[in-house]
């Protein structure tokens, strides 16, 4: 998955910290030296790393850090908040022109995910504005790209504009522009076409198609798995054509984050979406405190709570967040979580945003997969109604009984109601935004 080595190594650094209790400027300095080659090894720009680290040496050394009560809080927390900085600091929205349409022109290497990322795009200005885009595909040299948007068209319900292969991409563009003013369309997305590498004649085609169209968004997808090169095609692209925004694709692979935490700094430009699977649903709006979090390992609990909204009613989220502040979670919303998380997609994915499961060595272990979730649930069946509201009840008597109704064993039972307590604990800390509770997230 994607940043397991650096977000690995960066809690190593820190679960040595904890160790030590109060900490001395060496141990800051020692610690850092290891965040650097943390970051260096995941492919992160070398004058980015350089930066990073220098700022976040010069804050974590001032005294009203290392004379604090929770020192290795307080540099965490700097951490966390120099790698939101670094990425950007706020989510920045998609460029809206003030009168119809926004046209939004697509760009980037072949094979990156340019024509993928369009229909992901068009469908979630439908599903979310309930607007009525239309693609159009000025893509003639790559043979199947035409034919490629056009079946994503029909996927998803957006009329795409084509005219084959035998126009040249500028007038192909401004009869789309056309037919989308005659249409009333909302949005233009237009799917230029890529290359294996950055070439002139590429880059001449869409300064016109720019010009032409006066795009008031050039989205540059970039595959997040090519890492450095994906920086460097960044600035290359940047350059040329004063790109407004940068889709960070494949971001569901096993890329090492070097091109999520570059790219802004390195362009300047905002990274807006990613890419989080091949499926058209998989485009996330980019959120630089979010991902800093889910670097360090501490999960992604918006990004849980949203996907969750998605199936959930909004009141039901709400009730569960509170339950949390209120510590009054018990066994039944444990069950109805299950359940929910069943219906979200695979389970391993769900883990990593939850704060204290990602990347934790004891959550490995656990390798929770969907029928361990049946396990669990069977377990929960076993219990009664009183003990599912009140899980203190259940002493080694009553887990005896759990276990052998349930078909699993007891040591499973301990294990879950472990489980089951410190997530809630965790929890219960999370929510009230209370730094203490990613303390326990890394071991030490
Ligand atoms: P283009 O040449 O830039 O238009 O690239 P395509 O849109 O054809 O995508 C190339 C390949 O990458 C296809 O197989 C896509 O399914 C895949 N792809 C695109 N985006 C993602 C993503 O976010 N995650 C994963 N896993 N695959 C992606």
Known sequence: MAFEGLTERLQNAFSKLRRKGKITESDVRDMMREVRLALLEA????????????????????????????????????VNEELTKVMGDTAVPLNKSTHIPTIIMMVGLQGAGKTTT??????????????????????IYRPAAVDQLVTLGKQIDVPVFEQG???????????????????????????TAGR?????????????????????????????????????????FNDQLD????????????????????????????IKFTGQGEKLEDLDVFYPDRMANRILGMGDMMTLIEKAQKDYDAN????????????????????DQMGQIQNMGPVQDLMKMI?????????????????????LKAIVYSM???????????????????????GRSVQEVNRMIKQFNMSKEMMQKMSKGNMSGMEGMFGG
């Open 316 to 335: 039901q989220a709400e009730k569960m967040a509170e339950k949390m502040r209120e510590n009054t979670f018990d066994f039944n919303d444990f069950l």
């Open 118 to 139: 369009a229909g992901k795009l068009a469908l979630k200005l439908k599903n979310e504005e309930h607007a009525r885009p239309l693609m159009i595909a000025a893509d």
């Open 243 to 270: 790109i407004t925004g940068v889709v960070l694709t494949k971001l569901d692979g096993d890329t090492r984050g070097g091109a999520a935490l570059s790219i802004r700094a390195v362009t300047g430009k905002p």
């Open 355 to 375: 704060p204290g499961l990602a990347n934790n060595p004891a959550a490995q272990n656990l390798n929770i997969g969907d029928k361990d979730i049946d396990h």
């Open 43 to 78: 492919d992160v720009n070398f004058t980015v790393v350089k930066d990073f680290v220098n700022t976040v040496r010069q804050r974590a050394l001032g005294a009203d850090v290392l004379d604090s009560l929770t020192p290795t809080q307080q540099v965490l927390k700097i």
């Open 196 to 236: 294996l590498q950055i070439d002139e004649q590429l880059m001449d085609e869409l300064v016109r198609i720019k010009a032409l169209a006066h795009p008031d968004e050039i989205l540059l997808v970039v595959d997040a798995m090519t890492g450095q090169n994906a920086t460097e095609v960044a600035k290359g």
């Open 165 to 191: 292969t035998d126009h040249d991409p500028v007038d192909i563009v401004k009869a789309g522009l056309d037919q989308a003013a005659l249409q009333k369309n909302d949005y233009v997305l237009i799917d």
């Open 384 to 406: 009664t109604p009183q003990e599912r509201e009140q899980p203190e009840l259940l002493n080694p008597s009553r887990r005896r009984r759990i276990a052998a109704g349930s």
